[in-house]
DNA sequence: GTGGCACACCAAAACGTTTCCGGAAAGAAC
DNA sequence: GTTCTTTCCGGAAACGTTTTGGTGTGCCAC
């Protein structure tokens, strides 16, 4: 019941053929085989990973790496939780295990990073939350550890990313906005370290100027991705001269806080303001006027990821010849009420 | 070629001493140890955790097992995300890293601990979402892994749990809406195999016969605890003849889809209908009117439960002299407006 | 000078696996 | 009958760490 060993003794069987057995190796009799995995099952024998790890070097878990911060906590509506069936079940395939691992929002994620892979705790880690400029990357890149970022980042040279649409949310939206007659368009977004804040701005920038319509700095409102950046972006919203008729919101969540403003200051969503959110998110589904947004499927995205991770682990590539390609994810939009009005009506 | 040995080879020392030195057992000159630990950090080395781990039968991680099923995904807020702070603020002190083990929807979570422990993955386990009878308990407990469950269960005979003050909070809201003088009091809960479902309508039913008001089975509504639950649980509510004047929701989120079942209906929730949520979730903040419900924090609750598992755990008892108590925890009450009003007036 | 003792260290033995290497047995080819 | 393959298996060497038992110093007391 205990060890490898054991099972090999009470099959009369050396230890390497019943490793052999287990493993899938050749050199190995039918029979026997057959005969050491009943016995493995009949004992509950499962190998002990640490000695395995020890011996090959390699851990067979995956980590998906999670900032605990309190922002991320209040705000991220279990997006990392929707992740793992798809993740897990790419990596089931090949007896790989998932973990999530939450970095403490009192260390340094790069610290962290550093100590999973240097305890050998996992062998390849999935990153989120990618800044412009980021440490994780450069370390993992440097020290050859398998890896791949929900994000994409100015560092780390040539890696592999999986990244949102925002270019393509952005320049629908704008389009959308645009042929209901809007011209002055407000967007929030959190400030420009965020890589997301950063490329999301400038893809909205780039749809407007495609329109011929001039972009405003001052129509850039920063404010925190969360309900009360959502209340503040509202504010800052009522006081622009003249006022906006429409608002692109890079976090969903930040329309309850802008709704919220919003009936304070008798500006009635959907009717005086049109309203665009990203990302949908499960707690933003009741608003009233309902929100037109960007839809995905966290469960596919797993996939994807997984996949395009394995295909960058040597181990592995052989089973996804597509190859490591980094690949811009689309998402789909989701018509509600809240930007359905026309200006010109 | 790295590791222990390189480091050794490079200070001149015997890999045991190192060994010794770093992990601040007696026997080795202070002097000594301060050479090896500048050198460790100096050539950046950090044990290889599979070797550490086959040697002393040990991995220093514990496992925080999460349900990932679909129901989980969308109505659980990020509650584990979290605890992981108060945990990790704990486990730090003894050097041992949190992760997260997401049980794949489409495996037995039984099945799925017992691979986890067997693989030594983790040394310890903190489980969730107890069931009434919950093999997984059964199992720790008779193979003597160290555990600790946040929920009761009647399985496992003398284990350590957590749960949250069920029963106060069931008597606190009857109390109050007793004293507004409601008396057909409606509940929300879910089916009696989960846990919680039976321990609470146990407790409300106590509570109402404690003021002498007769327990009505038809005014137990059995729903899913999401938001469809609570939309559902308003469908049924309003069919009750005669219509009950308040309602008490096992999960706060069931109160968005309440109250858009109630507009519906013309009832109007904190005039012609008392809602009382239990625990709070940010996703719930901003109905209107604000909602009575019970607060507790999550990281006090991590601390706790990451403490409380400590105690169980016989390298690391002699610093938690409190022993391994099982506990209630406490919530406390947020005055909404959805129950203000009195039923006299 | 001898015994006892604390100190600081070294060498080697574990821990459970996988994997390399060699070799026995059984045919096959000549 | 010899040589050569093929098929299967056993022995043993790793992997990096901790821990045990042993050893050589000094120092003190007698």
Known sequence: MRGIRQLAKHLDISIGTVSRALNGKPDVNEETRKRVLAAAEELGYVANQSGRSLRQGTTNVIGLMIESSKETVENSDNFFLGLTGGLQSVLARHKLDLVMLPCPSDEDPHEYVKRMVARRVVDAMILSATQRIDKRIDFLAKAKIPFIALGRSSSGGNYTWIDLDFEG???????????????????????NDVNLGYVFVEAYRRSLERHGIEYDPALVIRVKSSEQGGYQAGHELVRLEPRPTAIILIYELMAIGLYRRMVEAGVVPGRDLAVIGFREEPRARFLQPTLTCFRMSLRDLGVELAETLLATMPAYAEFYPKGARSTIWPLELVAGESDAFSLDA
Do not use: E, Q, T, Y
């Open 169 to 191: 949310v952005a320049a629908c939206a704008v389009d959308r906005l645009v042929a209901k007659g809007h011209r002055r368009i407000a967007i929030a977004a959190p400030s």
